[in-house]
C-alpha cells in the first residue's frame, strides 16, 4: 500500500493520521523499541501508545529489551514512562492487530524483533535503511528530525491531543537528550516542541532525573573507562572491556568528545554475547552515521545521524580483545589518522 506523503516534515496529514489508524487495526498493538532504550525511545512509544488510545480507543502493550541502565533513564522510566515491560523475547504475535517499531527499524540489528516477522508500524528519525521497509504497511522516517518523539508528537498534535503532565515531561526530555537541548545541529521542527513543553514540564521531576543518585561502579567504570583511552592524532578510542551496563559507552562517549582538538571518539565495550559501540563527531565534515557503518560492517549493524552513532557486534566467537582492536583500527584508518598512540592519562609511576 502506498505511503501517504506530508506536505512539511513540520506536519501530519489527515490523510497519514487516518492511514496510522487503519494500520493500527483494533488492537492490542505491541510497541517495540530498540535494546536498551533511551529517553528518547521510552518517550516516543509512550507518545504512540496515548495517541493510539485517546484517539482512537487502540489499547497497547510497550516492550523494551535489554537494560535500562544508566542511572537518569531509570528514574525517568519509574517516574514518566513505567507502562513499559521488559522481556528479552517477542511472543505471542498473532495477539495483536499490529507490531510497530518507533526509534528503531527492522534490519537494523538493534531491536529483538525476529527477522521473519515484517512489522506493520515504523516511525523514526534515524535514516531509513534498506528494502526492509518496502513491506511494511506505514513507514514515517524523517531524519531531519532531532528527536523520534518530536515526530510522534506532531501526530498527538494533529489529533487534537493535549499531553499531560507525565507525557510533557517525557516528550520534554527525549528531545533534550536526543539534541543535547537542541544544541547538535539545526532542530526548527524540534526547537518550538521543545520551548512549548518547557512550560507544561513538571521542574521537580525533571530534577529528580538530571540529577539522578549514582551508583559507586559507575565511577569505577568512569576511572577505568579514563585510564583505556588512547589518542590517534584529533581521534580517540576507549576500550572498556567487560561493562556493567552496555549503555555505559554512551556516557563515556559524551564526556570524551569535549576534549580539546579531538573530533571523533569511539567508544566500545562488551557486555554479555556483543561488542557495543558508542561514536560521537564534532567536525563537520564527519556524519557519525556514515561512519559507524564503516566501522562496523558486515561484522555487526549500526547506525546514527549527525553526531551520534552506536552500533553492535555478536561475539561470535571472536575473543573481544581481538575484536575491539579490528574495530578500533578500523577507526583510525577511516578517519585517516596514523596508528602512532598516545595515552590520555600518564602512566602510574612504578
Known amino acids: 500500500m502506498p505511503q501517504p506523503e506530508s506536505s512539511s516534515s513540520s506536519t501530519v496529514s489527515e490523510e497519514q493520521l487516518q492511514h496510522l489508524r487503519?494500520?493500527?487495526?483494533?488492537?492490542?498493538?505491541?510497541?517495540?523499541?530498540?535494546?536498551?532504550p533511551d529517553p528518547d525511545a521510552l518517550s516516543s512509544g509512550k507518545t504512540l501508545a496515548i495517541l493510539l488510545r485517546e484517539a482512537w480507543g487502540i489499547s497497547s502493550r510497550l516492550v523494551y529489551s535489554g537494560l535500562?541502565?544508566?542511572?537518569?533513564?531509570?528514574?525517568?522510566?519509574?517516574?514518566?514512562?513505567?507502562?513499559?515491560?521488559?522481556?528479552?523475547?517477542?511472543?505471542?504475535?498473532d495477539e495483536y492487530s499490529a507490531v510497530a517499531l518507533v526509534d528503531t527499524q527492522p534490519g537494523s540489528g538493534n531491536n529483538r524483533l525476529p527477522d521473519w516477522i515484517t512489522p506493520h508500524i515504523v516511525i523514526d528519525h534515524h535514516p531509513r535503511l534498506s528494502a526492509d521497509l518496502e513491506a511494511v504497511p506505514f513507514v514515517d522516517?524523517?531524519?531531519?528530525?532531532?528527536?523520534?518523539?518530536?515526530?510522534?508528537?506532531?501526530?498527538?498534535?494533529?489529533a487534537g491531543i493535549e499531553p499531560g503532565a507525565a507525557l510533557a515531561n517525557a516528550i520534554f526530555y527525549g528531545i533534550q537528550t536526543d539534541t543535547r537541548g537542541l544544541?547538535?545541529?539545526?532542530?526548527?521542527?524540534?526547537?518550538?516542541?521543545?520551548?512549548k513543553l518547557l512550560q507544561l514540564i513538571d521542574?521537580?521531576?525533571?530534577?529528580?532525573?538530571?540529577?539522578?543518585?549514582?551508583?559507586?561502579?559507575?565511577?569505577?567504570?568512569?576511572?577505568?573507562?579514563?585510564?583505556?583511552v588512547k589518542l590517534f592524532g584529533r581521534v580517540l578510542t576507549a576500550y572498556l572491556g567487560e561493562m556493567h551496563r552496555p549503555d555505559f559507552m554512551a556516557d563515556m562517549a559524551d564526556l570524551l568528545v569535549r576534549l580539546e582538538n579531538v573530533s571523533a571518539v569511539l567508544c566500545l565495550g562488551y557486555h554479555g554475547e556483543k561488542m557495543y559501540l558508542s561514536m560521537r563527531t564534532e567536525a563537520n565534515d564527519v556524519e557519525a552515521?556514515?561512519?559507524i557503518q564503516g566501522v562496523i560492517n558486515p561484522l555487526g549493524k549500526g547506525g546514527g545521524h549527525g553526531s551520534t552513532s552506536g552500533g553492535q557486534v555478536p561475539l561470535k566467537g571472536w575473543k573481544p580483545d581481538d575484536l575491539a582492536s579490528v574495530l578500533e583500527e578500523r577507526f583510525i584508518n577511516l578517519m585517516g589518522e596514523s596508528m602512532a598512540v598516545e595515552n590520555l592519562l600518564e602512566e602510574d609511576p612504578d
Open 22 to 36: 487503519e494500520v493500527a487495526g483494533y488492537g492490542p498493538v505491541l510497541i517495540l523499541t530498540h535494546e536498551n
Open 68 to 93: 535500562v541502565g544508566r542511572a537518569e533513564n531509570k528514574v525517568m522510566l519509574n517516574l514518566l514512562t513505567p507502562e513499559w515491560e521488559q522481556a528479552d523475547a517477542v511472543e505471542d504475535i
Open 289 to 291: 552515521g556514515r561512519l
Open 141 to 158: 522516517i524523517r531524519p531531519e528530525i532531532g528527536a523520534t518523539v518530536s515526530l510522534t508528537y506532531l501526530y498527538l498534535q494533529a
Open 183 to 195: 544544541s547538535r545541529g539545526d532542530y526548527p521542527i524540534d526547537q518550538p516542541i521543545y520551548f
Open 203 to 228: 521542574r521537580e521531576k525533571l530534577r529528580l532525573i538530571e540529577q539522578a543518585r549514582l551508583p559507586r561502579e559507575y565511577f569505577q567504570a568512569l576511572n577505568d573507562g579514563l585510564k583505556a
